[in-house]
């Protein structure tokens, strides 16, 4: 008979369905209308009915099954009883078909920590900039993010009527990332992508002194990483604190997966224990290829300005 499937893939197996879920949630908020926003810390900080709804669905169903898995979600949530109509019980058959690498087929359910972000670049979600959003779901083990899922809910929704919305793209550390087309992007150009909404001089002088041939701006962390592993930027820069480990965790599992690099501004790797603080406050440098040619680019200024 086989052998059951090893914990974490059973774990990333439900996390890509239960990502699906969150999805679905997201669409139909907005689709309702009325988004039901709230400013957390100030305007370029919301939360909508739709982070909230997306969260206890994630949380709930991952926590149902997993009993002992530390989840840590971003929003401050009650702790009401969830509707069953928020839980999510499937998975992906294929993801269960994949070995799990040696180094991971011994975890306990307790050694795993779980980075849920039910909504990444909320802002651009309220303004109906729709492709930047994403769902995060990151799956840390020894303080290191060792796989991830990232659902783009409106993934083709310019595509027009008729056109599948959405995409799921997951990866494990030693099998690889999945959902998408790995493209490099074009050999000698330095295309920065950066922050949308969080701009300040600090972020615009560090991509000055790399001398881009062009920057795009995006909302969303996850959205960034997208960016890299798709070969439409070379780099992501953000040179300023705000970024959590919910933004960092499911985007660094599939950049890792595929021979990328994230770490933050001085080159120190980001650690997803479940005591550890919860801002990157040394901002974030993310390459899919040729890291070291950018880190060795950040100003002196900016690493002095920015406290890990």
Request: charged share 20%; hydrophobic share 40%; net charge negative.
């Amino acid at each position: 008979s086989m052998a059951s499937p090893a914990l974490l893939m059973r774990v990333v197996a439900s996390a890509y369905s239960v990502a699906e879920k969150a999805a679905t949630i997201v669409r139909s908020v907005m689709a309702e209308g009325d988004l039901g926003i709230v400013e957390k810390t100030g305007a370029n900080d919301l939360q909508t009915k739709a982070d909230r709804l997306a969260q206890m669905s994630i949380c709930a169903s991952l926590a149902r099954k997993f009993p002992k898995v530390t989840i840590i979600g971003e929003e401050e949530l009650p702790s009401d009883k969830v509707t069953e109509e928020l839980i999510e019980d499937g998975h992906c058959e294929e993801i269960l078909k994949k070995t799990c690498p040696a180094q991971y087929t011994g975890i306990k359910e307790e050694e795993l920590v779980i980075w849920v972000d039910p909504l990444d670049g909320t802002k651009e979600y309220t303004e109906g900039l729709l492709d930047h959003v994403t769902v995060l779901i990151g799956i840390a083990y020894g303080g290191k993010a060792i796989a991830g899922v990232i659902n783009q809910p409106y993934y083709n929704y310019e595509a027009g009527a008729g056109a599948v919305l959405g995409r799921t793209i997951w990866g494990v550390l030693g099998i690889g990332a999945f959902g998408f087309q790995l493209t490099e992007a074009p050999a000698g150009k330095h295309i920065i992508v950066t922050t949308r909404s969080h701009s300040s001089t600090l972020v615009n002088d560090c991509i000055s002194a790399l001398n881009a041939d062009s920057v795009i701006r995006v909302g969303g962390a996850g959205n960034k990483v997208i960016q890299l592993i798709e070969g439409k930027a070379s780099a992501y820069v953000f040179a300023s604190p705000g970024c959590k480990k919910w933004d960092t965790c499911a985007p660094e599992a599939i950049l890792h997966a595929v021979g990328g690099k994230i770490t933050d501004i001085h080159g120190n790797s980001f650690q997803y224990n479940k005591e550890v603080k919860h801002m990157n406050s040394a901002g974030v440098l993310a390459t899919l290829r040729n890291y070291d040619y950018y880190a060795s680019r950040i100003p002196n200024t900016v690493k002095q300005s920015l406290v890990p």
